[in-house]
């Protein structure tokens, strides 16, 4: 056993995804056995969600869906039988009406918002016609919400109802019971943002209808975008205060501290901390592809630790409350344009909850949970928010139900410390703003901490890495129910096939479905780079790769899914050869059931693999054939594995189109030969060897030099005859791979020229 090995827990998950020749989901098998089975028309569009518990009971999610032609979702009837109704405008296709009844009584709406716009499409006003009227100390309270924005789109101004006991702090507010009559538990409130010249929020004054209210400020680093609430005394934020030197927040109050990785990951939040060390804390732990895997909570009694923990696995959570308490899955199902989830226990289920029960959520333009209803179309809850997500009142049939609503603002998670769990970022919706950098750089301005552009009722951000505008979620909703379902996995999930190793580039295409159109080199690189990096690890434990040979096979992979379309799913492999050599190959995912095949059958795949369009890298050179004759000056034979680049014609075994004599030697992993090193003339670079970074260059230098780098791989120039380009990661203090590159001519045979160094993202 490894010493990686040995640290996993012993337990084990499996999850299975069935899927159609479209690559659509047909059935997901989750970890304890429940089946979520899709259903499609002609189209490809879906028509059917159903759950097969463990138990053996049948429940519809959703079914009766339609779209109109430009793919937004008209209604749908969800499995407890309440009907949602979209409606859109038809000069710009804004959604203007978001309504839901019961199929049985249409007349009467469990929801029904209406919003209306500016020229420019910011919100500026919603009604919520299914609430009524209230009056709460002479003061009517209607469910309105209006909003003003300043010239940057920019919010500025609010106004709603709210619970007129809420004290603004990060915790939520008191709970309100349905049916209760005092009416002075509502009230309307005003909210006024201001802002810096470099976006961030300096106030936010909140003056309610009935009392005083309170103004937040803001204070804001001299020489940074680093903020905190501004405190008597205190110095301004910046790194090595309240900030560490990678810009993660160090504190959300005092005494609660807040820890971070060398991957920028929160792993720890303190929550109180004692002199003994018995803290009460919660804790995370996240898998390469950065995704988190494991939230704990402790907390210490003066007589019992309480603990809880929470694994997070494809479509499903477990909730353990300690070896003897109760112990919940939580199945999250797709429905629709709304979310479901399902309720299993496994141990100490409370007597007034049903097990296998299926809880919905109506949620509101932004996919916050605004209604939980039960499989009877019953109120469970409801909850309304502040614009940036704190919550402004809620509401419960019993603090029971209450106690299991896990998604809130945005349909995400709110944990203990008041913070919302994104993928790749938390979110303080009480300081309004991101708790670290954005780990995708500058795509949405250069105010790395701004939540949503600080228009939070325009745009949502699903992942913390990038915000998009209503119009776009609603217009690709349908794409990412067919794609990112569709393929079997969420982002940050892969599919693993056995022996070779293929992982599904499904990232590539929920890219396509995440992100805008115009999508920048640099924002695609920091988007992949960590699930391909994460993908090459695991392989390489499989296969016993060393880590230079992982960063190696990494780039490799990187490399090759930056040059294909985010469209295109990418499959990647690793494999010994018969002779101790150690080969990574990528290629279309259509064809990685015969190369699987071919990996696990032939001793020699490689021909075949090319057949197939996959590509190789020799990553450990098999042992040298004795007596060999050397390889040819130029030209391809038929064991080389044909370059992604360049679009070549292979016609029977042992003959290939030809190719110009100036073209480079792109030997494939196959040849059982260890070939002859390129001469790469490096003067026009003497001074960037000599200075800073140039380990870095040297590196890249050699690998291409003993071929353990595809000159093919690299970058195709504009207006460059056989030049490429190649990424020198972490070249002068740069984050990522990417921002800087190394130009390499070909010159004729195996003589080669290193141009210059430069940064293609400058302008």
Do not use: C
């Not at 903020?227 to 030197?245: C, H, M, T, Y």
């Not at 703003?433 to 795509?443: E, M, N, Y």
Request: proline share 4%; net charge neutral.
């Amino acid at each position: 056993m490894s010493e990686r090995d040995a640290q996993l827990q012993a337990q084990t998950f499996t999850t299975t995804w069935q899927h159609d020749a479209l690559g659509q989901r047909l059935e997901q098998v989750d970890a304890r056995g429940n089946r979520q089975q899709s259903q499609y028309g002609v189209d490809g569009q879906l028509t059917k969600s159903e759950i097969l518990f463990k138990s053996g009971a049948r429940k519809t999610l959703v079914d009766q869906r339609s779209v109109n032609a430009s793919g937004q979702v008209l209604s749908e009837r969800l499995g407890n039988g309440v009907v949602s109704v979209a409606e859109y405008s038809d000069t710009d296709g804004r959604l203007t009406r978001l309504s839901a009844h019961h199929k049985d009584s249409a007349g009467k709406r469990l929801q029904d918002l209406f919003y209306s716009y500016d020229r420019v499409g910011n919100v500026l006003r919603i009604r919520d016609a299914a609430q009524p009227t209230r009056w709460a100390s002479n003061v009517q309270v209607e469910a309105v919400s209006t909003f003003e924005y300043d010239s940057l789109s920019r919010l500025i101004k609010a106004t709603g109802r709210e619970n007129a006991r809420n004290t603004g702090a990060f915790a939520l507010p008191g709970r309100i019971t349905f049916g209760a009559t005092d009416d002075n538990l509502w009230g309307n409130y005003t909210r006024h943002y201001a802002y810096d010249s470099a976006s961030n929020l300096t106030q936010m004054r909140h003056v309610p209808s009935t009392g005083s209210g309170y103004t937040q400020r803001m204070q804001v680093g001299e020489h940074s975008n680093h903020s905190v609430i501004a405190r008597e005394g205190a110095k301004a934020p910046g790194l090595g205060n309240g900030f560490d030197q990678r810009g993660n927040l160090q504190a959300l109050a005092p005494g609660q501290a807040l820890t971070w990785n060398g991957r920028n990951q929160l792993v720890r939040v303190a929550q109180v901390l004692r002199d003994n060390g018995e803290h009460d804390d919660e804790v995370y732990l996240y898998d390469g592809t950065g995704q988190r895997v494991i939230k704990r909570r402790v907390a210490h009694g003066k007589t019992q630790t309480h603990t809880h923990e929470v694994l997070y696995l494809p479509g499903l959570e477990l909730h353990r409350h300690g070896p003897d308490g109760e112990w919940l899955n939580v199945v999250l199902a797709p429905g629709g344009r709304h979310s479901v989830r399902g309720l299993q226990w496994e141990q100490q289920r409370p007597d007034e909850m049903q097990d296998e029960q299926l809880r919905f959520s109506l949620d509101d333009h932004l996919g916050s949970g605004t209604l939980e209803l039960d499989e009877a179309a019953g109120l469970l809850s409801q909850e309304s928010y502040y614009p940036f997500g704190a919550t402004a009142w809620w509401a419960a049939k019993s603090a029971l139900e209450a106690n299991y609503k896990t998604r809130r603002y945005s349909g995400k998670e709110r944990d203990a410390s008041g913070l919302y769990y994104y993928g790749f970022r938390y979110y303080a919706p009480w300081l309004l703003r991101w708790i670290s950098a954005d780990p995708a750089g500058d795509v949405d301005g250069l105010n790395l901490y701004a939540m949503v552009g600080n228009n939070p009722m325009g745009y949502v951000d699903e992942d913390g890495l990038q915000r998009r505008s209503m119009l776009e979620v609603v217009t690709v909703l349908l794409l990412v129910l067919l794609i990112g379902h569709g393929v079997g996995v969420e982002m940050g999930y892969r599919i693993e096939l056995a022996y070779f190793g293929l992982i599904s580039g499904v990232v590539g295409v929920a890219l396509y479905a995440h992100q805008r159109l115009s999508t920048t080199d640099v924002q695609r690189r920091a988007f992949y780079e960590q699930s391909v990096m994460a993908g090459a690890q695991e392989l390489g434990r499989r296969q016993g790769a060393t880590e230079h040979e992982v960063n190696e096979l990494a780039d490799f992979f990187l490399e090759h899914r930056l040059a294909t379309a985010d469209t295109k799913k990418l499959s990647y492999g690793l494999t010994p050869a018969a002779r101790g050599g150690l080969y990574g190959y990528v290629g279309p995912t259509e064809h990685r059931d015969r190369a699987e095949t071919a990996s696990r059958t032939e001793r020699n795949p490689s021909f075949t693999l090319a057949r197939l369009g996959f590509v190789g890298i020799e990553l450990r050179a098999p042992a040298r054939k004795v007596g060999a004759s050397p390889l040819p000056a130029a030209g391809l034979t038929h064991t080389e594995v044909q370059p992604q680049t360049r679009v070549t014609s292979v016609g029977r075994r042992g003959s290939a189109s030809e190719v110009p004599a100036a073209q480079p030697v792109s030997p494939g992993p196959s040849s059982g030969l260890v070939p002859e090193p390129l001469e790469i003339d490096v003067t026009p670079i003497q001074n960037e060897l000599h200075g800073p970074g140039g380990e870095i260059l040297r590196r890249v230098i050699d690998r291409l030099e003993d071929r353990t780098l595809d000159f093919h791989t690299g970058h195709a120039m504009a207006g460059g005859q056989n030049v490429r380009s190649f990424d020198l990661p972490r070249y002068r203090g740069q984050r990522g791979r990417g921002a800087y590159r190394v130009m390499i001519q070909h010159i004729s045979g195996l003589n080669y020229r290193a141009v210059r160094v430069m940064d293609p993202h400058r302008r």
